[in-house]
């Protein structure tokens, strides 16, 4: 009786000083992204694209799993008429986030893996990299700004 006695003692102190294990938090990037302005630089040459007028992008992202849907907002009835989209795998890291494009209706981009800095203010997200695909002649500096999707 005094050995079971003892050995509930121990147990429970064990158990008690036992640290419960948490699950670490989301990253801040995860979550629907809405696209405002992108930002290319090659060379000297800077283009400014403000996707608050006239087309729409979205990104998605997920802790394993990207997806982007781009259009125009004129429902492809003139000559605006734009359709992008593609996805793929994702590595997250602090500050640090790469797309690994499986899938994209410019098929000479999949398979491309692109590296960016992020930075999550609010409800902000600001990413920076160099987006390189020498079957498509692509080798510049994006940057681009968006805002979160609220449900």
Known sequence: MKF??????LLTVVACNTPVSKEPSPSP???TWKLISGTTIKG???TTTDYTKGKEMIKIITATHFSFLNHDLNH???STASFTAGGGRVKIGEG???????YCNYREWEGGTFDFDYTVSGDSLSIIGIEKV?????DHLNIEKYVRIKN
């Open 4 to 9: 079971t006695l003892i050995c509930l003692s």
């Open 29 to 31: 990037i995860i979550g």
């Open 44 to 46: 000297t040459d800077t």
């Open 76 to 78: 492809g009835k003139d």
């Open 96 to 102: 640090k986030y790469t797309e690994l494009l499986d």
């Open 134 to 138: 020498e079957k498509a002649g692509i």
